[in-house]
């Protein structure tokens, strides 16, 4: 079995360049620039967003405090599995367009292909939808600037962050996710505070737990519900692995942050969740109202900053929330870049995009995704935003056909790994529970795609336009899978030849 030193990876910490394979003309490479810390709140700070400061609230109300706590958990357990997965073969090939080149060598290089362009697709039509919700955001403070104007501006900056080096980007998430960090905790204490009744005046006890139908609201309706929201919410702990290819030492920086990763953002989501249930009842229609509104003073942070006696709540809420919107679109800039750049050398993307800077920032990259991006923000502002709204739907889904990919790559990869003549022991990093953790995550995916249409499914009449809607980010993943294997006429991969090379 061929393999090399970790600092002989592309990019590694002894040198910025490489030979083109196939000119054998030396070409600039990715910098290693993100260390421990970055790497840690690049982790952290993709799952804390709008899904736990704002959507929160309306878990409850749909599964009660019991069953949103439950589901939670659930979901938290599958993003353990996944990341033990990814954090193997992050540590083992920490490479940039990982998940490319994770199916691409461990699968099928069409599935690689496609779950490479499904990746950029996401991320690309994330920042557009974080350039929205950012003007929306803005509204609170100046409603009379037209929002265009704020979307623009946002834009700059973020591919400013992405444009100097990639040590500007970590910094730049560094701040974002601690500011996101910082809040959350402060919720937690102050709202232990307030269940003991120290602040906030008298405590409600245990009373919201036993209302009505609390704990458990809806059955397992209301559990699967929350279960794909809780989903939702969870998407970018998966970042950590593009990051990877440019760590300073990722046989280090990446088990760190796997094993950190998942204690603290559950302690984050199961903590908020049950400080939400213990101080406000599923029966508060605000809490419903503050996914569907634009109004950041319904938030469930908000109401309990409010009932706790924090000055100027909503205001401080709106600028978290602020920051966790860059955040999203920080991430998802950087993130799409080094994933349409993964896809060029791999030569399945326009080799212009090959190109990086003497500061190792791939530019035509950066800039083909800020175009897009701001494109299909434009969408939001023509047509009542139908086609911005099929984007969003077709994106959809797409994190989870990601996490989908990660589960089948890895219980390819350990098998090739075994039957390449590997001890598992020798790996930098082992994911537990193999090959029990990629297949339970793998159905546990399944079954919240399902989910997500299961009334449309089973109730279709007059429906159809909804479900195509919920699904489209479906077919076209398999259109990429299908047409890349038509065109090229690739095979599945040999597990007993695949290419575990580190170089």
């Not at 003007?135 to 929002?147: E, Q, Y």
Request: aromatic residues 12%.
């Amino acid at each position: 079995m061929a393999t090399t030193d970790a600092h002989d990876t592309p990019g590694g910490a002894s040198g910025h360049t490489a030979v083109d394979p196939a000119t054998g003309v030396p070409r600039e490479e990715l910098h290693r620039g993100l260390r421990p810390r970055h790497i840690n709140m690049i982790a952290i700070g993709g799952a804390i967003g709008t899904g736990l400061f704002v959507a929160s609230g309306a878990t409850i109300t749909n599964a009660g405090p019991g069953g949103a706590l439950l589901s939670y958990a659930a979901i938290g357990l599958m993003v353990f599995l996944l990341m033990q997965s990814l954090g193997e073969m992050a540590t083992y090939l920490p490479v940039a367009g990982s998940f490319e080149a994770y199916g691409s060598r461990f699968v099928s290089p069409s599935f690689g292909f496609a779950l490479g362009w499904n990746y950029w697709f996401n991320w690309a039509i994330t920042v557009a939808v974080e350039l929205v919700a950012a003007a929306l955001v803005m509204k609170f403070w100046l409603p009379d600037t037209p929002g265009w104007v704020w979307s623009g501006l946002f834009l700059a900056i973020l591919v400013a962050l992405n444009a100097v080096n990639v040590r500007v980007f970590g910094e730049g998430e560094f701040l974002f996710a601690s500011i996101k960090v910082v809040t959350v905790v402060v919720f937690l204490v102050v709202g232990v505070l307030m269940i003991l009744g120290i602040l906030g005046g008298k405590s409600p006890g245990f009373s919201n737990w036993t209302l009505g139908e609390a704990p458990f609201v809806n059955g397992f309706a209301g559990m699967l519900s929350v279960f794909m929201i809780a989903g939702f919410s969870f998407q970018g702990t998966e970042l950590v692995g593009v990051a990877a290819g440019e760590a300073e030492n990722p046989e280090e920086s990446i088990p760190r942050a796997i094993r950190s990763v998942f204690v603290r953002i559950m302690l984050f989501y199961i903590g908020a969740i049950a400080i939400i249930g213990f101080l406000l009842p599923y029966t508060d229609p605000r809490l419903l109202g503050a996914r569907e509104s634009e109004d950041i003073s319904i938030a469930p942070f908000t109401l309990i900053f409010q009932n706790a006696g924090v000055l100027g709540a909503a205001t401080l809420m709106n600028a978290v929330i602020l920051t966790a919107i860059l955040s999203a679109g920080n991430s998802g800039m950087f993130a799409s870049t080094r994933m349409l750049y993964g896809l060029a050398v791999q030569g399945k993307a326009p080799k212009l995009f090959t190109k990086v800077t003497k500061h190792g920032i791939p530019m035509p990259a950066l800039l083909a995704t800020a175009a897009i991006g701001a494109l299909c923000f434009l969408t939001s502002l023509v047509g009542e935003g139908v086609a911005y709204t099929w984007l969003i739907n077709a994106s959809g889904l797409a994190g989870f056909i990601t996490w989908m990919g990660i589960a089948w790559c890895h219980f390819n990869f350990r098998r090739a790994y075994v039957a390449q003549g590997g001890d598992p022991a020798d790996l930098p990093y082992k994911a537990a529970l193999f090959p029990i953790g990629p297949i339970v995550a793998l159905v546990m995916c399944t079954i919240v795609v399902i989910g997500q249409g299961s009334e449309m499914i089973l109730h279709p009449e007059g429906q159809f336009i909804q479900l195509l809607a919920t699904y489209i980010g479906l077919p076209l993943f398999f259109a990429l899978w299908i047409g890349h294997k038509v065109v090229t006429k690739s095979t599945r991969v040999d597990l007993a030849a695949a290419d575990l090379r580190r170089h």
